[in-house]
């Protein structure tokens, strides 16, 4: 019975180690975002006046974790913008009382992507998250400090969607961009019979 048990063991074990080889060679990643090409440095965040500072630096910690290297604006290769950040807090359940039981908090923020010879390698785009919290009206201090942190973790999730909308942008796929831009403009030249 000793010597079964044993086996079994070994078994589970090199089970486990094989499991962990495949999930470690596929590129699995727990819960993070996809790795940003270096085909995109040097990059620069460009925020407008309007975008809280704590979604600007919320981007740039992603970029830096990926290691992507961050520049200014004008010593960039390509320009991360974001515009028109909103963020909107709306009662969605209301007490017999008539007060707000639950409150959903929404943030959104445009970005586009272009290159330094001002070719777009992301079309503008609408990025939107929203969290919903149940409100208290006798511990509006602790409900305070939730939407407070709710608003932080929404600042994250904005910034995780914009890697997830650099990660396709490697060195081919920038190259194709490039060429179906000059294709266009080689076309819009020829309908308007300038060379």
């Known amino acids: 019975m000793p010597r079964y048990s044993a086996l079994r063991s070994a078994t589970c074990l090199m089970s486990a180690a094989v499991m962990a080889a495949l999930v470690a060679g596929c590129g699995f990643q727990l819960r993070g975002a996809p790795p940003v090409s270096a085909a995109l440095e040097p990059l620069a965040v460009d925020c407008s006046s309007q975008i809280p500072d704590t979604l600007c630096r919320a981007i740039r910690e992603q970029l830096s974790l990926g290691d992507v290297r961050l520049t200014a604006v004008e010593d960039a290769d390509y320009v991360l913008r974001l515009r028109n950040f909103e963020q909107d807090r709306r009662a969605t359940a209301i007490t017999a009382q008539a007060g707000a039981a639950e409150y959903t908090l929404r943030h959104s923020v445009d970005l586009d992507v272009v290159s330094a010879d001002r070719i777009p390698l992301v079309a503008e785009t609408r990025l939107t998250t929203s ?34 909308r650099l990660a396709p942008l490697t060195s ?8 179906q831009h000059r294709r266009n403009q080689e076309a819009d030249g020829s309908s308007t019979g300038q060379p």
Do not use: G, M, P
């Open 172 to 179: 081919e796929r920038i190259e194709s961009i490039r060429a």
């Open 131 to 164: 969290e919903s919290y149940r409100y208290d009206e006798t511990n509006v201090l602790a409900k305070q400090r939730e939407e407070e942190s709710l608003r932080q973790q929404l600042d994250d999730r904005l910034a995780q969607q914009v890697i997830f």
